[in-house]
């Protein structure tokens, strides 16, 4: 069977005749609308999209992007950073070996990093691609919490212990006087008109748990306004907000992804932390899927979180490879990052860091 491989690049490389329909069923983080999202707010990425075809027709796809910094090309999967679940979709072995092939292939001249981050652990064109690089490391990433329905009972989803807890977090918020605003929308407006809060309690939220703030990169900040508004005004979205006191509380920003809803970002603001606002939004998420009879799944995405594995009734593992041009560049890699692990936990720096988070 004739194989046939290029190359496309550029803003619109994914302007090519066959990819929605091999992207077709795979995860909303892995199909166009996530990947020209991420591609139209990194404009210091280079998109690249390998593409295989087997007698004519689109059978393999690589979904990269690429920057030089000096010398060094650095090649990611596009949507690199935000992605919880990353595809390089083949539907034939050959096909597979094929795209791996033609990335090796290009990879071959020059100084260069390969980061495939959050992709399946069986997937064969990383597994072809480690067996044909030099210099390459293979680890687990992140896994993905997932709740599967196989009853619509609620109770079955949740421990006595977490039941205990619920009942003891309504009863702080009658002694306070509260009474939990749950909504949730899928209006593609209403979505939009929220994001200016969104950002506020996320950001409040990274810096409540010790980190830089994921929107202080501009380009993180844009991208996350856009995927939501594009999903949004798709009808892909489905957002709850809970309000306490009128003041937002806790969200979970949901896509909608067949039957499976996927939590991709769920805030609360660390000032309803001691009445848990979180738990509330994320009870809340489990009863929606649970009770609603659209999904039959809920997706907490990347993060093996405490208070997602609770409810969860399996965790789907990811991979992430790492490949070098040279030995020396990945020892100068390794030992950066080593150094860097080592300045986090450094009391020192900890609490100057501390001090530069609050007075933000």
């Given at each position: 069977?004739?194989?046939?491989?290029?190359?496309?690049?550029?803003?619109?490389?994914?302007?090519?005749?066959?990819?929605?329909?091999?992207?077709?069923?795979?995860?909303?983080?892995?199909?166009?609308?996530?990947?020209?999202?991420?591609?139209?707010?990194?404009?210091?990425?280079?998109?690249?999209?390998?593409?295989?075809?087997?007698?004519?027709?689109?059978?393999?796809?690589?979904?990269?992007?690429?920057?030089?910094?000096?010398?060094?090309?650095?090649?990611?999967?596009?949507?690199?950073?935000?992605?919880?679940?990353?595809?390089?979709?083949?539907?034939?072995?050959?096909?597979?070996?094929?795209?791996?092939?033609?990335?090796?292939?290009?990879?071959?001249?020059?100084?260069?990093?390969?980061?495939?981050?959050?992709?399946?652990?069986?997937?064969?064109?990383?597994?072809?691609?480690?067996?044909?690089?030099?210099?390459?490391?293979?680890?687990?990433?992140?896994?993905?919490?997932?709740?599967?329905?196989?009853?619509?009972?609620?109770?079955?989803?949740l421990s006595k212990n977490t039941r205990k807890s619920?009942?003891?977090?309504?009863?702080?918020?009658?002694?306070?006087?509260?009474?939990?605003?749950?909504?949730?929308?899928?209006?593609?407006?209403?979505?939009?008109?929220?994001?200016?809060?969104?950002?506020?309690?996320?950001?409040e939220r990274d810096l409540d748990l010790d980190r830089?703030?994921?929107?202080?990169?501009?380009?993180?900040?844009?991208?996350?306004?856009?995927?939501?508004?594009?999903?949004?005004?798709?009808?892909?979205?489905?957002?709850?907000?809970?309000?306490?006191?009128?003041?937002?509380?806790?969200?979970?920003?949901?896509?909608?992804?067949?039957?499976?809803?996927?939590?991709?970002?769920?805030?609360?603001?660390?000032?309803?932390?001691?009445?848990?606002?979180?738990?509330?939004?994320?009870?809340?998420?489990?009863?929606?899927?649970?009770?609603?009879?659209?999904?039959?799944?809920?997706?907490?995405?990347?993060?093996?979180?405490?208070?997602?594995?609770?409810?969860?009734?399996?965790?789907?593992?990811?991979?992430?490879?790492?490949?070098?041009?040279?030995?020396?560049?990945?020892?100068?890699?390794?030992?950066?990052?080593?150094?860097?692990?080592?300045?986090?936990?450094?009391?020192?720096?900890?609490?100057?860091?501390?001090?530069?988070?609050?007075?933000?």
């Open positions: 069977m004739p194989i046939t491989v290029r190359s496309h690049w550029g803003p619109r490389a994914l302007d090519v005749e066959g990819l929605d329909a091999l992207l077709e069923g795979l995860p909303f983080t892995s199909r166009r609308r996530w990947l020209q999202a991420w591609a139209d707010t990194h404009p210091d990425w280079e998109p690249w999209l390998v593409t295989v075809q087997e007698a004519g027709r689109l059978a393999a796809a690589a979904p990269l992007a690429r920057r030089r910094r000096g010398p060094l090309c650095e090649v990611v999967l596009l949507g690199h950073g935000p992605t919880d679940d990353a595809r390089l979709p083949a539907r034939t072995p050959e096909a597979a070996q094929a795209l791996a092939a033609a990335i090796a292939g290009a990879l071959k001249k020059g100084t260069w990093r390969l980061r495939l981050q959050q992709v399946p652990v069986d997937d064969p064109v990383v597994g072809a691609l480690a067996a044909r690089l030099g210099h390459v490391r293979l680890e687990a990433a992140q896994g993905m919490p997932l709740v599967r329905i196989t009853d619509r009972e609620l109770n079955s989803y619920l009942a003891k977090i309504g009863n702080r918020l009658k002694a306070a006087d509260l009474e939990p605003e749950l909504r949730w929308t899928r209006d593609a407006d209403e979505v939009v008109a929220l994001l200016p809060e969104l950002e506020r309690v996320h950001r830089r703030p994921d929107h202080d990169d501009p380009r993180a900040a844009a991208f996350y306004r856009t995927v939501i508004e594009r999903h949004a005004r798709a009808g892909e979205i489905d957002l709850l907000t809970l309000r306490l006191g009128g003041d937002l509380a806790a969200f979970v920003c949901g896509f909608r992804d067949g039957r499976a809803l996927r939590s991709w970002d769920n805030r609360l603001s660390p000032r309803w932390s001691e009445l848990s606002a979180g738990r509330i939004a994320n009870t809340e998420a489990l009863r929606h899927v649970v009770l609603g009879g659209e999904y039959d799944a809920l997706d907490w995405m990347r993060g093996e979180e405490p208070y997602k594995l609770q409810s969860a009734t399996e965790v789907v593992p990811t991979a992430a490879l790492t490949a070098w041009s040279s030995l020396a560049l990945r020892r100068a890699d390794e030992l950066g990052v080593r150094a860097a692990a080592a300045a986090r936990t450094s009391p020192h720096l900890t609490r100057v860091g501390k001090r530069v988070r609050a007075l933000r």
